[in-house]
């Protein structure tokens, strides 16, 4: 029997993680037919803290799945991105690369976080997310999957798609025991209201200002009136939640343009998101028989690019597709690694390079998968 038949009746699927990742799987499974069932340790699935950028290659899997006008009503079309010094000057504005073979598609859609997922979840049956499942023992075999949780609950599946993240258990268990690497760099995230007040108004550019150690992302969010503002330092200390008092991030933005200081004096230590900054180095695989990685439990990356979110989900449309077109899980399993970790491991190294005053451009990815040559 071919998998796809199998895929339209009784193919089940545990998805073990209820971020990007995990919700883009259920969504792109559900679009072939395939019964997926999202699983979070969490009671509640949300995200804070930041914007993100959605690319084209990113945008066309919502419209293969039927939710490209629900997401793009919560977005901005960006089409320049800078990268500028402290005092506000500009060292590059570029716009954004050709992806994909349509040359109208040089851009690049700001979105919420928590837009996002709330859009992901409501195209998920009710029936299909369960919330407070901490998954403690995967057993594997031959014919099916058994997943054990925490709460005394047990489910069979014919396949588990490990979407839990960085620190994933699934991958320590099955695929690999590498740690996280730490970048010695901490983020401080939040997000601001009202950007006109800082005097951007309805500007759609994404800005990185350097100055030394120091870095500042503005991800501007006009549609809600709101900026993501991110500032990153290097630092030593490795913990995953640092902590740091409002007087020392502001002293971080001291030598910044106005704008900048004036949206770092409007934040209190508890409106930020603190973190260290990890990623991990490429994994020889992803899948055993039956247990795949998707996102960052796969290929965790750091935020310099902006590219985790747009991998994860390509991720779960690659492995939608091969399922979707296999004779069994373990050949979907294959097509889905040799299509999309040539393209991640790419983008991990690319992830590294942070923007500096030095920088040649804004988009190192230009080099290896610009469509059309400038």
């Not at 993680?17 to 037919?33: D, E, I, N, R, W």
């Not at 997401?71 to 992806?99: C, F, H």
């Not at 839990?164 to 699934?170: K, L, P, W």
């Amino acid at each position: 029997m071919r998998l796809q038949g199998k895929a339209n009746s009784s193919l089940t699927v545990a998805i073990i993680g209820g971020g990007f990742g995990g919700a883009a799987a259920a969504v792109a499974l559900q679009s072939v037919g395939i019964k997926a069932d999202l699983y979070e340790q969490a009671t509640s699935i949300k995200e804070v803290g930041a914007g993100i950028g959605m690319r084209p290659p990113t945008c066309r899997y919502f419209k293969q799945w039927g939710i490209y006008d629900a997401i793009m009503n919560k977005t901005t079309e960006s089409y320049y991105m800078e990268i500028l010094k402290a005092n506000g000057d500009v060292i590059i504005r570029e716009q954004w690369p050709l992806l994909t073979d349509d040359e109208n598609e040089r851009w690049s859609r700001l979105i919420h976080r928590a837009d996002f997922i709330e859009t992901f979840m409501d195209h998920i049956p009710a029936e299909n997310v369960h919330l407070g499942y901490k998954a403690v023992k995967i057993i594997e075999h031959d014919d099916l999957v058994e997943v054990h949780f925490e709460n005394g609950q047990k489910v069979e599946v014919d396949l588990v798609v490990g979407a839990d993240g960085i620190r994933s258990n699934i991958r320590k268990e099955f695929i690999s025991d590498c740690e996280p690497v730490p970048a010695k760099a901490h983020a401080y995230r939040a997000v601001v209201d009202g950007m006109d007040k800082y005097g951007f108004a309805t500007d759609e550019t994404f800005r990185v200002y350097v100055d030394g150690d120091v870095m500042v992302y503005l991800l501007p969010l006009p549609h809600r009136n709101q900026i993501s503002f991110d500032v990153t330092v290097k630092s030593e200390d490795t913990s995953w939640r640092p902590d740091i008092t409002n007087e020392e991030i502001l002293d971080l933005v001291k030598n910044f343009e106005p704008r900048v200081r004036k949206i770092a004096e409007s934040l209190t230590i508890e409106d930020y998101t603190c973190r260290s900054l990890f990623d991990i180095e490429p994994l020889e695989n992803w899948s055993t028989n039956r247990i795949t990685l998707l996102g960052d439990a796969a290929h965790a990356m750091l935020h310099h690019q902006g590219s985790g979110a747009n991998m994860a989900i390509q991720d779960a449309g690659a492995l939608a597709e091969a399922l979707r077109d296999s004779d069994s899980i373990m050949e979907a399993l294959q097509k889905y690694q040799a299509e999309r970790k040539p393209i991640t491991d790419v983008y991990q190294r690319l992830s590294r390079q942070e923007p500096t005053q030095e920088s040649q451009t804004a988009f190192p990815e230009k080099a290896t998968f610009e469509k059309v040559a400038e």
